[in-house]
């Protein structure tokens, strides 16, 4: 019988090529596609008692009696310690006016009830800064990143959707910190504020709260991505909400967890309710529609403090509140 296979030449059979021997059918292979990985979209539950950690009256009573606290942030130092800075004021309310200085306390645990509170983080720096506003502290490598505004110099940079200055600080101790020698690292309409740092496959991104731009007011957060901290993207609108404000008011405290394959974007909406935060998900860290309501929560600047994969807490602060409180934060 003769051979039904063909002689290759050694150059095809080098190349990888085959042929079919003469006479039979090629059988065809059914191949699946790759299915697309499914996700559960979870919701961020408070399941634990408020605990007041922090009451500025406590220690500055001899000034005033009606401190508060604002926006905030929370880190682990290297000793174990934890640490939480944020915007610090007292009334009569003007933010333009009375919130320049970051509190800064510290305790040995995250459930410590009451924290010890230490002199200011930063202080304006005159002719400079206006306010300081908004901090928060991403760490990597054993450095303290601190990211903030400082507002607009302008007399009536309130009244209008001004540029708000987005800065830098490095701290080695969490006690000291130095500015960046460039800042600001870039500015942003409808008073740009509220930094949030999240770093997700080798990339840094940088959420904050403004404007659609200078004259479309409506509240949204934007993101600028870094290889390095310190050099940044142009900024892309991420989350628009449909209300109108010179400070983009409806979209403040943006703060990103990533759990399970799922990003979830925390914007407070302080002006349509200055106690109510919204929860939205997505696939993408750059695109969080409005559509993609997970939850909302009675909180006003509210951090969520990743302890461990079990243990998650939340804070709660505001004009109303008389300083800081926690409670534990669970996943459903």
């Given at each position: 019988m003769k051979n039904k296979f063909l002689k290759l030449p050694f150059s095809l059979m080098l190349a990888g090529i085959t042929m079919i021997p003469m006479g039979c059918k090629q059988k065809?292979?059914?191949?699946?596609?790759?299915?697309?990985?499914?996700?559960?979209?979870?919701?961020?539950?408070i399941?634990?008692?408020?605990?007041?950690?922090?009451?500025?009256?406590?220690t500055r009573s001899e000034?005033?009696?009606?401190?508060y606290t604002n926006d905030h942030c929370f880190a682990k130092g290297p000793d174990g310690k934890w640490h939480a800075y944020g915007i610090i004021g007292?009334?009569?309310?003007?933010?333009?006016?009375?919130?320049?200085?970051?509190?800064?306390?510290?305790?040995?645990?995250?459930?410590?009830?009451?924290?010890?509170?230490?002199?200011?983080?930063?202080?304006?720096?005159p002719g400079v800064e206006r306010v300081l506003w908004a901090p928060h502290v991403f760490q990597e490598n054993g450095k303290n990143?601190?990211?903030y505004n400082i507002g607009n110099l302008q007399e009536n940079a309130p009244n209008y959707a001004s540029w708000g200055q987005l800065c830098m600080a490095e701290s080695d101790d969490m006690f000291n910190w130095k500015r960046h020698e460039l800042n600001p690292l870039f500015s942003d309409p409808g008073h740009a504020r509220d930094s949030y740092i999240f770093k997700d496959n080798g990339m840094y991104y940088f959420y904050y709260t403004r404007t659609f731009n200078e004259v479309d007011i409506r509240s949204c957060v934007a993101v600028r991505t870094s290889p390095d901290l310190k050099h940044w993207s142009g900024p892309k609108i991420v989350h628009t909400q449909p209300y109108e404000a010179d400070w983009g008011g409806?979209?403040?405290?943006?703060?990103?967890?990533?759990?399970?394959?799922?990003?979830?974007?925390?914007?407070?909406?302080?002006?349509?309710?200055?106690?109510?935060?919204?929860?939205?998900?997505?696939?993408?860290?750059?695109?969080?529609?409005?559509?993609n309501l997970v939850t909302s929560l009675?909180?006003?600047?509210?951090?969520?403090?990743?302890?461990?994969?079990?243990?998650?807490?939340i804070s709660n602060?505001?004009?109303?509140?008389?300083?800081?409180?926690?409670?534990?934060?669970?996943?459903?």
């Amino acid at each position: 019988m003769k051979n039904k296979f063909l002689k290759l030449p050694f150059s095809l059979m080098l190349a990888g090529i085959t042929m079919i021997p003469m006479g039979c059918k090629q059988k065809s292979i059914k191949t699946e596609k790759p299915k697309e990985a499914t996700f559960k979209v979870e919701t961020p539950i408070i399941s634990g008692e408020w605990e007041h950690i922090f009451n500025p009256n406590d220690t500055r009573s001899e000034i005033d009696t009606t401190w508060y606290t604002n926006d905030h942030c929370f880190a682990k130092g290297p000793d174990g310690k934890w640490h939480a800075y944020g915007i610090i004021g007292h009334k009569p309310i003007n933010p333009w006016t009375g919130e320049n200085k970051l509190f800064h306390i510290s305790a040995d645990s995250i459930s410590q009830l009451k924290w010890e509170d230490h002199d200011y983080a930063l202080k304006v720096k005159p002719g400079v800064e206006r306010v300081l506003w908004a901090p928060h502290v991403f760490q990597e490598n054993g450095k303290n990143y601190m990211f903030y505004n400082i507002g607009n110099l302008q007399e009536n940079a309130p009244n209008y959707a001004s540029w708000g200055q987005l800065c830098m600080a490095e701290s080695d101790d969490m006690f000291n910190w130095k500015r960046h020698e460039l800042n600001p690292l870039f500015s942003d309409p409808g008073h740009a504020r509220d930094s949030y740092i999240f770093k997700d496959n080798g990339m840094y991104y940088f959420y904050y709260t403004r404007t659609f731009n200078e004259v479309d007011i409506r509240s949204c957060v934007a993101v600028r991505t870094s290889p390095d901290l310190k050099h940044w993207s142009g900024p892309k609108i991420v989350h628009t909400q449909p209300y109108e404000a010179d400070w983009g008011g409806d979209s403040e405290s943006p703060f990103i967890v990533k759990r399970d394959g799922l990003y979830y974007l925390f914007v407070c909406l302080a002006l349509t309710d200055y106690n109510e935060t919204h929860v939205y998900w997505s696939k993408d860290p750059t695109n969080f529609p409005i559509e993609n309501l997970v939850t909302s929560l009675p909180l006003h600047a509210p951090e969520v403090i990743k302890v461990s994969e079990d243990e998650w807490y939340i804070s709660n602060t505001g004009w109303d509140k008389k300083g800081l409180s926690i409670a534990k934060l669970e996943w459903k």
